[in-house]
């Protein structure tokens, strides 16, 4: 009998290696410049089997993010207070330069960064990936409308940060003297947010 955790471990084996390839190709050529087919053939696959792991040429960069759907919302399920569950969780990001928050200075992740910031038509995708982020927050924090328009507010606040320490770093900044504004920055922005959202932060 096939082991079904075998073959979800080489589907997703398979995933990152067609994601890894592609990336590699934009990087070089840039995001515009590269088919579809290019890619295929450099990772020696047909057109259809790529796109049967992958429907969108902006999916093979978005992927690198994608686990990170459904983090706002884990964070929020985690205690009675979501919205302090949430801003613990960005200050933690902060303090270990994790590339979500914006603040690092690898070499590979701002290289990643400036392709899919510079990229129209992967900042346009990102905004997908946004919204179901957003969606599964609203849902963790009940549903209602309520729930949607926190959610709209924590992750558009949590996209601003990230926007604005990757900027800085990506202009020359030093990691170092950028993480003590970006920590104030960011408390200042939750305090803003526990203000108007006090039930979520009780």
Known sequence: ?????????????????????????????????VSVAEVAAAAEVSKPTLFRYFP?????????IADHEGEAARVA???????????????AGLERCDPVTGLSD???????HTLLYGTPA????LHTHL????????????????????????????????LENW?????????????????VAAERAFDRLAAGLPRLAA
Do not use: Y
Not at 77 to 87: F, H, K, M, S
Not at 122 to 125: H, V
């Open 77 to 91: 399920g985690e205690g009675p207070a979501p919205l302090t569950a949430l801003r613990r969780h960005f200050l």
């Open 167 to 183: 900027r800085r770093v990506a202009t020359g900044e030093r990691v170092a003297d950028v993480r003590e504004e970006a920590v």
């Open 122 to 125: 992967l900042t346009a995708r």
């Open 131 to 162: 919204e179901r982020s957003e969606a599964a927050l609203a849902d963790a924090l009940g549903g209602d409308l309520e729930a949607r328009l926190a959610a709209g507010q924590i992750i558009a606040v949590q996209r601003v940060l990230a």
């Open 1 to 33: 009998m096939n082991d079904p955790g075998l073959r979800e471990r080489k589907k997703q084996r398979t995933i990152q290696v067609l994601s890894d390839i592609a990336i590699g190709l934009f990087l070089e050529k840039g995001f515009d410049a």
């Open 56 to 64: 969108a040429k902006e999916d093979l960069v978005l992927h690198r």
């Open 106 to 112: 690898r070499p590979d992740v701002l290289a990643f």
